[in-house]
């Protein structure tokens, strides 16, 4: 089994989940529409593009361990909002900011964070993906857009180090052949010997403890329409 595996680490990760009102919360993880945004920015695909963000979406499957979750920042910003209208019906941020100031409020937007998190990501290809693994490799080597962690205000903060492995399941190749963490990096991201798994389809060798439905599965990203999708999780302890 061939896999593409790199790593995600920052100061600062926002890893959106559904929002209600004007609380834009962070999942403790990267779910699928972060990691196809950052595979795209990687190949130089516009977010306009939609016949190959489509594409990309239906070559890829993901897999997550998560190290760090990170520690949870929460920070207020200021948003302007169109005044209220029962009539108005608005489809994209562009509409909403369509009129003079004067029909415009200022409202408090709740934003969380995840401070210090650690990932590594598996990515395999289905056969009728347009990209090889050595494709992706190589755009994550040398990205054509900047990569980010979530939001633009959350740079990466060490390389990603894409390497292809040869493996009989996502824990192996999630597992190995990265840099290793070492005991006094443990110590300052406050890891453990208990780690998460996160995966789509088949592990190989994980067995799921529990299957979750996140609605981050992308229908359009010019739009932002998602859609449910399963994602699987088992937390395992590793030695070492």
């Known amino acids: 089994m061939e896999i593409l595996v790199f790593q995600l680490y920052g100061p600062l990760a926002s890893w959106g989940s559904p929002a209600v009102g004007e609380s834009r919360p962070s999942s403790d993880h990267p779910g699928r529409s972060a990691l196809l945004g950052l595979l795209a920015a990687a190949l130089g695909i516009r977010r306009e593009d939609a016949a190959n963000q489509q594409a990309l979406a239906s070559s890829v499957q993901f897999a997550v361990k998560q190290l760090a979750p990170g520690q949870v920042i929460r920070d207020f910003h200021t948003v302007q909002v169109p005044k209220r209208d029962r009539k108005a019906r608005y489809t994209s941020r562009k509409e909403e900011m369509a009129f003079s100031s004067e029909r415009l409020n200022t409202i408090i937007s709740r934003r969380e964070y995840r ?37 633009k205000s959350c740079p990466l903060a060490a390389p990603l180090f894409p390497t292809i492995v040869q493996a009989e399941g996502l824990q192996q190749a999630l597992s190995g052949e990265m840099p ?34 996140p609605e981050d599965n992308v229908v359009s990203r010019e739009r932002w329409q998602f859609k449910g999708r399963r994602e699987h999780h088992a937390r395992v302890k590793e030695a070492g």
């Not at 050595?134 to 980010?148: G, I, N, S, T, V």
């Not at 443990?186 to 995966?199: A, E, M, P, Q, T």
Request: some cysteine.
């Open 180 to 213: 290793p963490v070492h005991e006094q990096q443990k110590r300052w991201l406050g890891l453990s010997d208990s780690v998460d798994y996160y995966w789509e389809g088949e592990a190989g060798d994980l067995q799921a403890q529990d299957t979750r439905y």
């Open 115 to 151: 401070c210090d998190g650690l990932w590594r990501i598996a990515v395999t290809v289905t056969g009728n993906s347009d990209w090889t693994l050595q494709d992706l490799e190589a755009a994550l080597r040398r990205p054509k857009f900047m990569l980010y962690l979530g939001r």
